[in-house]
């Protein structure tokens, strides 16, 4: 904040205390009165952007002590030199009015003498020892006046002597004046660089300006991010001792508009505008503003992801699927493992084994985290409309399409994940274009031209024998090669039934907590019911199976635990219409691709849950008791 330092001896003091209130100087400045001798005791306090008013004497002093302050002098003016002559003259009729001058005579004044017909004299001193000691002659030959600046008039009094001020109170006045004139421009330039700090702070990029002599006069923080260098070794310095890419030297240095130039700098790709500063017809320096490609990325993804107006996160997190069997925490582990990674994923799994979920959990486990997670059903659209949802379009591609055009799936997701389900399902014609996106990471608009970059990690989905559709040519095998590199199987819930019973519970819970307490002390019972389900649906048959009973059980008027068992029974029964879905084999006779997967670990886990009853863990595992010792034999269980 501003301050103002009058400087001077008494009379100055007093008079200018008398002009300030005056005029209704500025009431929240802090002015200071200082006597002249106390000056070199306050150099500590005067800082750059302080006023200082004072007479010549003292400004030379301020001059000398080297301060950056404003110094506003007390000029004296014609007027004042005339009317201090007129005054010591009637002091002192006949005699020379002799006039005491620091540093050197004042000119222009030569024809006052004509003019009034008195005579005067200047004498130049230097230092105040000599004023002083001529004063003290002037006494002693009978002055009684002398004419001068206020110390002047301090030393005259001393001396028995008057000392009348070169300075008029209306000279006091103007620098006064004129000071507060000088505050309220400070105040206008403080904020017009208060504005400027927070334009080139809060601005998107970085911005740099350079003066016609190419000293850098603005250089904010998005500039030292990007260029490494601070501001304290860049601003107010020539450009060719801080910049020392020649191409982006040149272009900061350029007398022709650049626009939107890409450059390799420290290892990043920068798009930079450039435009001179041209005042009567002559460059005057130039402003230039650049930007990390990436930052650009970022800030049209959040463009795109408020566009489609839709929340693109995972909701999901490993802590969320529920189950503590040793497969399950396996499968767990891997996915954990697969999400540090930046690989594409294959989930496999049948439906209803929760697969969205992995890739949920996956994303949320990855550095990927903080970005969008999109999700697509491959399955549930024609391949004309699936083509411009992954890939967008631009305005006018097709009948229909919106003027701007519509970003894709693939581009909302970039740097997050998308999850294409149902992958199995895809035409060859979108698996070509698919491969091509996910092999170069970049994508054309439907009906576009320009090649748009993305960074997306890609989990593919699906329920499907893959293995067969290679077979019968209607899945491209490089395809499949590209989206395969990480591959996860989510076991069925046959393959897992210890996690029937933490199932049940959770699905209770979310859809009757109180229903859920009152069947606490029969959930075995339950959980017996539901074990000899071959569970076809997997998770999801399970708690579609917990909701129909929770609200079949809400019609029943009696509550004995045979009723509530035999209403979960018919609650949990497949209608005739999934009985007899040619896509589900009941019973298989052999070894179906399901059974192959029946491992050590899942035959393990199954007998001991049933207390080594081997037919009731064939019948949960969905094959024969035969198969069963056959696989024990070979797995040597």
């Known amino acids: 904040m501003t301050k103002v330092f009058i400087i001077g001896y008494a009379n100055l003091i007093e008079q200018s205390k008398r002009i300030i209130k005056e005029i209704s100087f500025p009431p929240h400045i802090d002015v200071n009165y200082l006597l002249a001798e106390q000056l070199l005791n306050y150099e500590i306090i005067i800082n750059q952007e302080d006023i200082l008013i004072c007479g010549e004497r003292s400004e030379d002093r301020l001059n000398k002590l080297g301060l950056n302050a404003t110094i506003v002098p007390i000029k004296m003016n014609t007027h004042d030199f005339q009317k201090a002559i007129i005054t010591a003259y009637e002091h002192e009729p006949g005699k020379q009015v002799k006039v005491v001058v620091f540093g050197q005579k004042y000119t222009g004044i030569e024809f006052i003498q004509d003019y009034l017909k008195l005579q005067f004299e200047q004498n130049v001193f230097d230092n105040d020892e000599d004023i002083e000691a001529y004063i003290r002659e002037l006494r002693n030959q009978g002055y009684k006046t002398v004419v001068g600046a206020s110390y002047v008039g301090e030393v005259a009094q001393k001396y028995g002597m008057m000392g009348i001020s070169l300075f008029s109170e209306n000279s006091i006045r103007a620098a006064i004046i004129h000071t507060a004139d000088l505050i309220n421009i400070k105040k206008i330039e403080y904020e017009r660089i208060e504005q400027l700090k927070a334009v080139t702070s809060y601005t998107y990029g970085a911005i740099l300006s350079i003066d016609n002599n190419n000293k850098i006069t ?25 910049i020392t890419d020649q191409e982006l030297l040149s272009i900061f240095q350029t007398n022709e508009p650049i626009i939107n130039q890409i450059i390799n700098f420290n290892y990043k790709k920068i798009v930079i505008t450039s435009i001179p500063i041209i005042v009567s017809g002559e460059v005057q320096g130039t402003v230039s503003t650049f930007h990390d490609t990436s930052s650009i990325q970022k800030t049209e993804q959040k463009i795109r992801m408020r566009q489609h107006n839709k929340k693109l996160n995972a909701r999901y997190k490993f802590n969320d699927i529920i189950g503590n069997s040793s497969i399950l925490k396996k499968v767990k582990k891997t996915a954990m493992s697969y999400a540090e990674s930046n690989s594409t994923i294959l989930i496999l799994g049948e439906t209803g084994t929760g697969k969205e979920l992995f890739a949920q959990s996956i994303h949320n486990h990855s550095t990927r985290n903080k970005g969008p997670f999109v999700a697509i059903n491959c399955a549930a659209l024609p391949e004309s409309l699936l083509n411009s949802e992954l890939f967008g379009y631009v305005g006018g591609a097709f009948t229909g399409a919106r003027q701007g055009g519509k970003p894709g799936l693939f581009e909302l997701a970039h740097d997050g994940t998308i999850f294409l389900d149902e992958i199995g399902d895809i035409s060859l014609s979108i698996q070509s274009k698919l491969l091509r996106v996910i092999q170069e990471r970049e994508l054309m608009r439907v009906g576009g031209e320009n090649i748009i970059p993305i960074n997306v990690r890609v989990i593919c989905a699906t329920n499907k024998n893959l ?101 979960l029974k018919e609650a949990a029964e497949i209608d005739s219409l999934y009985k007899n879905s040619d896509t589900i084999k009941e019973k298989p006779n052999k070894e179906t691709e399901t059974d192959l997967d029946v491992n050590k670990e899942v035959i393990e886990s199954t007998i001991n849950y049933f207390n080594g009853n081997k037919s009731a863990a064939a019948k949960s595992l969905g094959i024969s008791r035969v198969t069963l010792y056959r696989k024990l034999n070979k797995e040597k269980v």
Not at 488 to 509: A, N, W
Request: aromatic residues 10%; hydrophobic residues 40%.
């Open 218 to 242: 603005v250089y904010n923080s998005l500039s030292e991010q990007l260029l490494g260098i601070p501001a304290s070794e860049a601003l107010y310095q020539s450009i060719e001792k801080v």
């Open 467 to 567: 293995a067969q559709s290679l077979k019968k040519e209607t899945f491209r095998k490089d395809f499949y090669y590209r989206i395969s590199v990480l591959q996860l199987k989510i076991p069925p819930l046959r393959q897992r039934i210890e996690d029937l019973l933490p199932l049940i519970e959770y699905f209770f819970k979310i859809h009757d907590h109180e229903l859920l307490i009152s069947l606490k002390p029969i959930l075995p019972n339950i959980c017996k019911v539901l074990t000899n389900k071959r569970w076809e649906g997997n998770v999801r048959e399970l708690e579609n199976t917990i909701e129909r009973f929770i609200i079949m059980f809400k019609h029943q008027k009696s509550f004995s635990k045979d009723e509530i068992l035999n209403l």
